[in-house]
T-cell receptor
Framework: AQTVTQSQPEMSVQEAETVTLSCTYDTSESDYYLFWYKQPPSRQMILVIRQEAYKQQNATENRFSVNFQKAAKSFSLKISDSQLGDAAMYFCAYRSQGNLIFGKGTKLSVKP | GAVVSQHPSWVICKSGTSVKIECRSLDFQATTMFWYRQFPKQSLMLMATSNEGSKATYEQGVEKDKFLINHASLTLSTLTVTSAHPEDSSFYIC???????????FGPGTRLLVL
């Protein structure tokens, strides 16, 4: 069965600095998708970034980028120039043909 | 694009009553919709997957007679919590995707409190 592990329950970053959130997963499949979702205090789940496993190039969305290491089954999220509005729970998720499998989340705090 | 709405955003009801939550994809057709439950400070727990025009597939441990799911159109799915009890109080989130393998877009969630 597929699993997603986020080993950092909480992280903190200074405003304008860079932070990296870790995520590892376990699967025997070769074709799948990986996601990072953000859940602010409003609890609305917001898609941050998506990566197709068949693409070697790391996905980037403005200040958000990923380091996708397929062989190592690692999918970390880098947030550059952190802003106060980035404070939220971040969930890493895996999806193949089935449902989304979420990690337990990392709570990110941003210090002014 | 890819906006999903949920209604109501919060509801308080008496024990024993039924509550219906609607999930709508506003600007795309969703062949697949998902219902999750989230407890405080925890991750999302998938309850069921519904495909338009067919019966929902429930995850192990989720009572299908208690949590009725209907996906009658490509833009609407409903979750009905029947004979609600205080232990059903939770945050319920729906998501929708164009196909079973595409990105899921989430609704804003519904807070249910059963007294």
């Amino acid at each position: 069965a597929q699993t997603v592990t986020q080993s950092q329950p909480e992280m903190s970053v200074q405003e304008a600095e860079t932070v990296t959130l870790s995520c590892t997963y376990d699967t025997s499949e070769s074709d799948y998708y990986l996601f990072w979702y953000k859940q602010p205090p409003s609890r609305q789940m917001i898609l941050v970034i998506r990566q197709e496993a068949y693409k070697q190039q790391n996905a980037t969305e403005n200040r958000f980028s990923v380091n996708f290491q397929k062989a190592a089954k690692s999918f970390s999220l880098k947030i550059s120039d952190s802003q106060l509005g980035d404070a939220a729970m971040y969930f890493c998720a895996y999806r193949s043909q089935g449902n989304l499998i979420f990690g337990k989340g990392t709570k990110l705090s941003v210090k002014p | 694009g890819a906006v999903v709405s949920q209604h109501p955003s919060w509801v308080i009801c008496k024990s024993g009553t039924s509550v219906k939550i609607e999930c709508r994809s506003l600007d795309f057709q969703a062949t697949t919709m998902f219902w999750y439950r989230q407890f405080p400070k925890q991750s999302l727990m998938l309850m069921a997957t519904s495909n338009e025009g067919s019966k929902a597939t429930y995850e192990q441990g989720v009572e299908k007679d208690k949590f009725l799911i209907n996906h009658a159109s490509l833009t609407l799915s409903t979750l009905t919590v029947t004979s609600a009890h205080p232990e059903d109080s939770s945050f319920y989130i729906c998501s929708a995707s164009r196909t079973a393998v595409e990105t899921q877009y989430f609704g804003p969630g519904t807070r249910l409190l059963v007294l």
